[in-house]
């Protein structure tokens, strides 16, 4: 720690601090244009230049890089300071274009506030006209390089925070300026952070022009509802309609979003969106009012029950619920239709956390913050392309190999993004990453890289887990994978021996092969390596949509309650029962793969669906489709017509996201509040269809105020909820576990034990010893950054970007096959024939094509099966 | 504001000629070479140009790919530094020198003269390629002014009428 005086006002901060920093600390604000804290200091726009006394000589220096030290003393604003400054403005106006009341960054542009501020009073400097690179092509962000200050934060945060490099600073001198190559339009991630760092109008968004400007806007903060991260939105509104879409700089996630949190929000307001209940007439499908719709529902589920019992009903709910709803969801399938057949995600999505982490661990969630891994010194990726599904996490990662020097090791049956960063790359088939992670471990206990007795003081089962190894060696495996088993002997040395590492795996529907062993291997190794219950380090499971903790917490599950809380549990239950004012059949439900068999066959004749998408998404898509084709009453509860909505027999519309209250927990296990933005479309809250619902079916006391009184009622029943309230969500929300009222969450789990007694390492699966099948091609289903398989399908402007599927193939292959980029193949497996636009990329190694998943009209669901591991395929010329 | 636009957008230049696809397969032993060490950015480059004369885009995104460095990275490398063209150079390059010594002793002439007789402007390579025309700051030999070099040759004391006999015997 070092201590200094800031204009006369002493701060203590930690050694290797900036004076900016410093001095941002005690609320003293130096002026700069150059500087955003999540970027390197660069010192470019010398606008924050201190006067800094120290062993008897003052001397001027900029404030950003220059760390404070012991007995500084430091000056930020005095006559010369302000004079210098002024003169600095003066100099960065003599060649930027006065049209600032054109300009779309006019009254919320730092420039211009600065100059008000320093009261800039003439321009003393001829004035010179330079023309630079203007781009009004490129997909939601506009370029007019004639307004660029060369300050770099786009160049930097383009390349430092998001790995991507698409802008870089080009020519020299006076004529030097911020371009892509050969000036051509943006082909990137289309994240956007270079035009929501810019202090000038030199990048902005495209939607505001002639729009309105950014100081107009109604902002209100809500979450992100595409993938599991939570990051913080602030929605601006014009004339009650978002406009622009942006992330406080003081949220978890520093204002960093990707390309769907920042442009993906206009399918709230697509045309497609369901305005009217839909009622099945006659075959058809036809709108009907409210009051219809709901008693049909409430008339049909009642007369199954009273003819076939309550187990002939199932509900189907998602991760895109809010807590709050899934908790009330729960409460009305469990106490109104009185059934446990009640799942969500396949029954797949969040299968790594609950029969993975929970019982070796204790919590069913993640055990550390994201902005922890940006300090980790090596990161495992096991199956998780980041880049695609989670891509503000992977700024996480590009931060560690940055600023960390951190190793990176790929376990991935694609290329990925990350594998191109210093570390490892173990290209394995699709599903063996498990066996790499057991090879792994092998080669740590016989090298005896493990420090046993610290282990059997905090873990048991290490004698079972070394016998159930016994198959198991570097060599074996490598061979059977056709890997160097010394790149496995090297991953196992950089993970174990880094100070700190986390290994991460990313659920989703498109993931083939067992997450639950692949999991259980993941938390072994951080184990017997040390890397649990300590910062930056632990085990990652990022769940695939925006509530995918939340879901599991609340308990959409066959065989839990809210909390973890077991169905068998008679204590558990009767606490339930006491609060919901109802019996709950003790025995365990029916989990999403049994209630489609039961469909199929007629045991379960009644089936509510809410937010889910079982034909697109869910495995096996004939199987599905005849499952649901067979029941007696269907109910979706959507946005969209999706291909379940248009089985249905009553569909409700729902809100959207950016319409509702509630709270979301993030990955990291962050309860933030949603707030709504003005009303979209004409559907009704989730919340208020299932009280609406339960008091047609005669249990008018499943009735809440609103979604605050939900929360208390959580709080009240589930314990790492114990002291949440919505008083206490702020912008940062809070970390669960929360348990009283003072209690400020715990990022970091485990650090004091386990909630369990001592961790229980799993026995690893028997080594199968698959080999690679050489002779055909294998399908990968993929995530696309661009989509999220939900609703992104219906948002024009990620649409416009990434209009429809792809087979990613890479050059070799194509060439074997005579095909170029655009041409069609015809793809052939188990599902039949699809054909599809080839795409070449870096990413699918040999014999590999990579598809993405969401999109409905591949139908890829066809190819896939439960528990299927690889999807073999004949590739052909179309 | 797309008005404002347009008359700010300045004109692009006109890409050279496009590099046949097996050409570029020649980039493929300097690919090999320098291949997973992004600090030999600046030799790959120099070979590359002593291969091409030059580093069209096609000659850029090759080498991005291969050495796995972002495109704009190279095109920023390649723009900053002098040695480095993205044109085609001609067989002759004229390095006049417009320092005070010579501007005052006349250099300002022999620019134009280039300019009327060879048809090309400081940057420019003329259209039968023969003649680039770079114009610098000083040669180191003021006492020879107005100076121009032709490719490693110097020619010191010059007049307009001179300049053009000296450059026909660059063919």
């Given amino acids: 720690m070092v201590t200094l005086t800031i204009d006369g006002v002493k701060v203590t901060v930690k050694k290797g601090s900036s004076i900016l920093e410093a001095a941002q600390h005690v609320g003293i604000r130096i002026p700069t244009l150059c500087h955003d804290k999540r970027l390197i200091p660069f010192g470019a726009c010398r606008l924050c230049i201190v006067e800094v006394t120290s062993r008897g000589r003052t001397r001027t220096m900029p404030a950003c890089f220059n760390p404070a030290r012991d007995g500084m003393e430091v000056a930020t604003d005095t006559p010369r300071l302000r004079d210098s400054r002024r003169l600095q403005l003066m100099l960065l106006l003599r060649s930027h274009p006065l049209l600032c009341p054109s300009c779309d960054a006019g009254g919320d542009c730092q420039l211009q506030n600065l100059v008000f501020e320093y009261e800039v009073p003439e321009l003393s400097f001829g004035r010179q006209s330079r023309y630079f690179h203007v781009d009004n092509d490129s997909h939601f962000i506009r370029f007019n390089m004639n307004l660029c200050i060369r300050c770099g934060m786009c160049v930097r945060v383009c390349e430092e925070v998001q790995g991507q490099s698409e802008l870089s600073f080009v020519k ?314 010394e790149l496995i002997r090297n991953a196992a040395r950089m993970f174990t021996q880094a100070e700190s590492a986390v290994v991460i795996l990313a659920e989703g529907l498109n993931r083939l092969g067992d997450s639950v062993a692949l999991s259980k291997a993941a938390v072994n190794l951080a184990l017997i390596s040390g890397h649990i219950g300590k910062e930056s380090s632990g085990v990652f499971v990022l769940g695939e949509k925006a509530n995918a903790q939340g879901a599991v917490d609340m308990g959409l599950m066959p065989d839990t309650l809210p909390g973890f809380q077991s169905i068998s549990d008679e204590n558990a239950r009767s606490k339930f029962e006491t609060i919901w004012n109802s019996q709950i059949e003790p025995k365990q439900g029916m989990g999403a793969r049994d209630i489609m068999n039961a469909a199929a066959n007629g045991t379960v004749r009644g089936l509510y669906v809410v937010a889910e998408n079982p034909v697109d998404t869910y495995p096996n898509r004939q199987q599905i489709l005849n499952a649901l084709g067979k029941l007696e009453f269907l109910v979706v509860q959507d946005m969209f017509m999706s291909s379940t909505a248009k089985l249905a027999h009553v569909v409700l519309p729902a809100v959207a996201p950016y319409e509702k209250s509630g709270t979301f927990t993030s990955a990291e296990r962050r309860i933030q509040k949603l707030n709504p933005s003005s009303k979209i479309g004409c559907g009704k809250p989730d919340l208020e269809l299932f009280m609406t619902l339960a008091s047609k079916m005669g249990k008018a006391d499943l009735n809440y105020s609103g979604y605050a009184e939900v929360m208390d009622e959580i709080a009240s029943s589930v314990p790492m909820y114990s002291g949440v309230s919505y008083g206490r969500l702020g912008l940062q929300g809070l970390v669960w576990p929360c348990v009283d009222a003072e209690d400020s969450g715990r990022p970091t789990l485990y650090e004091g034990g386990f909630p369990i007694g001592k961790a229980k390492l799993a026995t690893a699966e028997p080594f199968a010893g698959v080999l690679p099948k050489a002779d055909s091609f294998r399908l990968i289903p993929c995530v696309q950054k661009f989509h999220s398989g939900s609703f992104s399908e219906w948002s024009p402007s990620l649409m416009e970007v990434c209009p429809s599927g792809f087979a990613e193939m890479n050059g070799h292959d194509m060439a074997g096959l005579g095909v170029v980029d655009g041409s069609d193949i015809k793809v052939t497996g188990s599902g039949g024939t699809i054909i599809l636009k080839v795409k070449q990329s870096r990413r699918p190694v040999k014999g590999t094509i990579l598809v993405p998943y969401h999109f409905s009209s591949n139908n890829l669901n066809s190819f896939t099966d439960w528990g299927s591991t690889e999807i073999p395929i004949k590739v052909e010329k179309a | 504001m797309q008005e404002r636009d347009a008359i700010l957008k300045r004109k692009v230049q006109d890409s050279a000629e496009a590099i046949p696809p097996e050409k570029l397969l020649l980039l493929e032993p300097i690919i090999e070479k320098y291949q997973g060490s992004s600090s030999y950015l600046i030799p790959a480059l120099k070979e590359a140009q002593e291969m091409f004369g030059y580093l069209p885009m096609e000659v850029q995104r090759k080498l991005s790919m291969g050495l796995n460095i972002p495109a704009p990275h190279i095109y920023g490398v390649v723009t900053f530094y002098s040695y480095f063209t993205i044109t085609k150079r001609g067989r002759h390059t004229i390095r006049l020198c417009l320092g005070t010594a010579c501007y005052v002793k006349g250099s300002k002439q022999i620019l134009e003269i280039i300019n009327k007789e060879v048809g090309i402007n400081v940057g420019e390579t003329s259209k039968d390629g023969r003649f680039t025309l770079e114009a610098v700051r000083c040669l180191g030999a003021c006492g020879l002014a107005p100076v121009m070099m032709i490719g490693e040759d110097t020619h010191g004391n010059i007049t307009p009428s001179a300049t053009l006999n000296i450059l026909e015997g660059y063919q």
Avoid at chain 1, 198 to 218: D, Q, Y
Avoid at chain 1, 274 to 303: C, M
Avoid at chain 1, 332 to 350: E, K, Q, S
């Fill in chain 1, 172 to 485: 020299r001198g006076i004529e030097s300026e911020v371009s892509t190559d050969f000036d051509r339009t943006l082909d990137c991630e289309f994240c956007g952070q270079c035009a929501s760092i810019c202090p000038v109008g030199a990048i902005s968004s495209k939607w505001l022009v002639g729009t309105g400007r950014r100081f107009e806007l109604n902002n209100t903060p809500t979450v992100c509802a595409f993938c599991s991260l939570g990051c913080s939105l602030t929605l601006g509104e014009i004339d009650r309609k978002t406009a622009y879409v942006s992330s406080s700089p003081d949220s978890a996630n520093e204002g960093n979003l990707c390309v769907k949190g920042r442009y993906g929000w206009p399918f709230a307001y697509s045309d497609e969106r369901l305005t009217k209940p839909l009622i099945r007439k006659n075959g058809a499908l036809v709108e009907t009012t409210w009051d219809e719709a709901i008693q049909t529902v409430a008339d049909n589920f009642g007369s199954i029950k009273a003819n076939s019992g309550p187990e002939s009903l199932a509900a189907i709910g998602s991760q895109r619920l809010t807590n709050e709803e899934a908790y009330v969801f729960n409460r009305f399938v469990r106490t109104v239709l009185g059934t446990n057949n009640i799942d969500h995600a396949a029954g797949l999505g969040y299968r790594a956390l609950k029969d993975g982490l929970a019982p070796m661990l204790g919590y069913a969630a993640s055990t550390n913050s994201i902005r922890e891994i940006r300090e980790a010194e090596a990161v495992l990726l096991l199956g998780a392309d980041l880049t695609e599904t989670h891509p503000v996490a992977k700024n996480e990662i590009i931060l560690a190999s940055v600023r960390r020097k951190a190793k990176v090791i790929v376990v991935d049956s694609i290329r990925t993004k990350l594998s191109d960063r210093d570390g490892l790359f173990v290209n394995v088939p699709q599903g063996a990453e498990v066996f790499i992670v057991n090879a792994m471990i092998k080669f740590i206990m016989d090298e005896g890289l493990l420090d046993r007795a610290a282990l059997d003081l905090r873990a048991e089962g290490l004698e079972a887990l070394e016998e159930s190894l016994k198959d198991y060696s570097v060599e074996t495996v490598g061979v059977n994978f056709g890997i160097d088993p």
